[in-house]
């Protein structure tokens, strides 16, 4: 159903609205816009004090950012006058990094780190309504941002953007009718995440018994001597990471070689085949070479398994790792699959230092000393046959599940817009009562955009 009289808008991305609505600056409708700055370094317990923390990685759609663990301490905010704490409610927009456009509510009292603009509205605008018109306008908004080593949206680009504005009574309604919608599509999402979720432990559980055990059921088996790999075929060879692989260290003195990038999810990628907006050096010069086969090892994130074999040839950051076999007993199929199954990862968080999850490193000296299964080389061929061959299904499956879950998002997206610019009139329908369900980041992503940072 659409409005009876619309007028026309002079504007890059809106063609027209309602006519009885406005369309303003954000500048004229706040009644504070803000920013955050970064602690000092020096600052004692930086981390782990009494005063939330909101990072630009918080802020994922509709996700309200209560749920952040991040705290700071009084002591740093007393040390850097560029810190304010802003009194809940409020709108925090994500100006550049992995998250660039992201909006969320934060229903906490809270500082911002640099990456973050606050804006708090005036009694003329419904801060949710104002949450789903920048989810409408994220990808324009973006759009509008620097380039550079690291695309950002600067604060006065977020002050000039205009926002369409109805009645106070019809933005509430705006907003009750949205909140019903949209939390039965988040509904959706979040029972086919289930299912991608199950399908991948399916496949984890396939993979993880084939590269440990062989496609032999009947094999005989024998202790291993690790903990993490427990027992092993017997007639397979088991032995110290030191004596399979050795740390290499070559860098680029040109900086034209490819930029490798290093995941738990997919592996060893070129950047450009990624959508990757962290931070980018301006020269490769003093990057570490990474040749085909050779193994490349994200030190900061091999708690979660951003470590594979590479099939590029390319350079990767500085400070990862890049490993070789000494004596070419593993089949690079077969040593990919292994480096990142979840029992080996669990031990390399057993082996990384750190004083919390996020910070834990797994350098050489630990990694060279876990033992490795080291099974015959034809048999690695055929356990990664079988691999391909018990897996392929459940990644068809898996397949189907994200492109319906895309096409909801995307679903959802037009259905904000629509609202939100006048497309549809929602004042005469009547909202039932429902549970609300937000729209929950999936962990994995996260992660993955922030192990993209080049350091």
Not at 198 to 223: S, T
Request: aromatic share 8%; glycine share 6%; with cysteine.
């Amino acid at each position: 159903m659409s409005y009876s009289k619309y007028k026309a808008i002079e504007s890059l991305w809106v063609s027209s609205l309602p006519e009885h609505w406005g369309y303003q600056e954000t500048k004229r409708l706040m009644r504070n816009i803000g920013s955050g700055t970064t602690p000092p370094t020096t600052v004692e317990s930086y981390y782990g004090g009494d005063i939330h923390w909101i990072q630009s990685g918080d802020l994922y759609k509709r996700i309200r950012v209560l749920q952040t663990q991040k705290m700071i301490s009084s002591q740093a905010i007393k040390a850097c006058s560029a810190l304010s704490i802003y009194k809940k409610p409020f709108l925090v927009v994500a100006m550049y990094g992995a998250s660039i456009g992201n909006v969320a509510i934060s229903e906490i009292d809270a500082c911002v780190n640099q990456a973050c603009c606050v804006l708090q509205p005036s009694e003329k605008v419904a801060l949710c309504y104002l949450l789903y018109w920048y989810i409408f306008g994220k990808e324009f908004l973006v759009s509008l941002s620097a380039g550079g080593t690291q695309p950002n949206i600067s604060q006065a680009k977020i002050r000039d953007f205009c926002i369409a504005i109805p009645p106070r009574d019809e933005q509430d309604q705006i907003v009750r009718f949205l909140d019903w919608k949209v939390s039965e599509i988040n509904r959706l999402i979040g029972l086919k995440r289930k299912q991608v979720k199950l399908l991948q432990e399916r496949k984890d559980a396939v993979v993880v018994d084939l590269v440990l055990h062989g496609v032999d059921a009947k094999a005989q088996m024998r202790d291993s001597g690790s903990f993490w790999l427990g027992s092993v075929p017997s007639q397979w060879k088991v032995t110290r990471g030191k004596n399979l692989f050795k740390e290499i260290d070559v860098r680029s003195e040109t900086g034209t070689e490819e930029l490798l990038t290093v995941s738990h999810i997919t592996g060893i990628t070129p950047r450009r085949m990624k959508n990757v907006t962290m931070f980018k050096s301006e020269s490769l010069v003093g990057y570490k070479k990474c040749k085909p086969g050779q193994i490349a090892a994200n030190t900061m994130w091999m708690w979660q398994g951003a470590i594979a074999v590479s099939s590029y040839d390319g350079v990767i950051s500085p400070s990862y790792n890049t490993y070789e076999q000494r004596n070419n007993d593993f089949i690079p199929e077969y040593l990919d699959r292994m480096l990142r199954i979840r029992p080996l990862v669990n031990n390399y968080v057993v082996l990384s230092s750190g004083i919390r999850k996020s910070r834990l490193r797994l350098y050489p000296e630990q990694f060279l000393t876990i033992l490795f299964p080291v099974p015959p080389k034809e048999e690695q061929r055929t356990i990664v046959d079988a691999i391909h061959k018990q897996t392929g299904q459940i990644d068809q499956a898996i397949e189907m599940e994200e492109k319906e879950i895309t096409l909801l998002q995307e679903l959802k997206i037009r259905l904000i817009s629509d609202v939100v610019t006048g497309k549809m009139d929602v004042r005469s329908i009547e909202i039932p009562e429902y549970e609300y369900v937000a729209d929950e980041a999936p962990t994995e992503e996260t992660e993955e955009e922030t192990e993209e940072c080049e350091e």
